[in-house]
């Protein structure tokens, strides 16, 4: 996600920022070493820009990321009791809108 939002920061990303660019998430250039030993290994990012696609995926991460935060798992628990709570009054006060016409 990182690389999506900030762009590679140096060669320990290139082989990602590649792969990125392989899946459709983001365009550019790379070259692939072609030496026995390192063979297949990016050693040089060319060009890197985040398409549309990746800019998405990047946004439906955040938002994973941001729904398995303690923040938002206590915001739905407060609205939940919040739902339950007012359900309660609204009942409660039937009841005693009941009582007070006499029936």
Known sequence: ????????AGPEDWSSAAK???SGYADGKYARDKARDTYGEVKK???FSVNIRGQL?????????HR?????RLMQA???LLGYGMGFASGLGVE????????
């Open 1 to 8: 996600m990182r690389i999506l939002t900030s762009g590679p």
């Open 20 to 22: 990125l660019i392989e």
């Open 45 to 47: 990012l060319i060009e």
């Open 57 to 65: 995926f990047a946004d439906e991460l955040a938002e994973q990321l």
């Open 68 to 72: 398995t935060s303690w923040r938002y």
């Open 78 to 80: 407060c609205l939940a």
């Open 96 to 103: 005693l809108a009941k009582q007070a016409v006499g029936g």
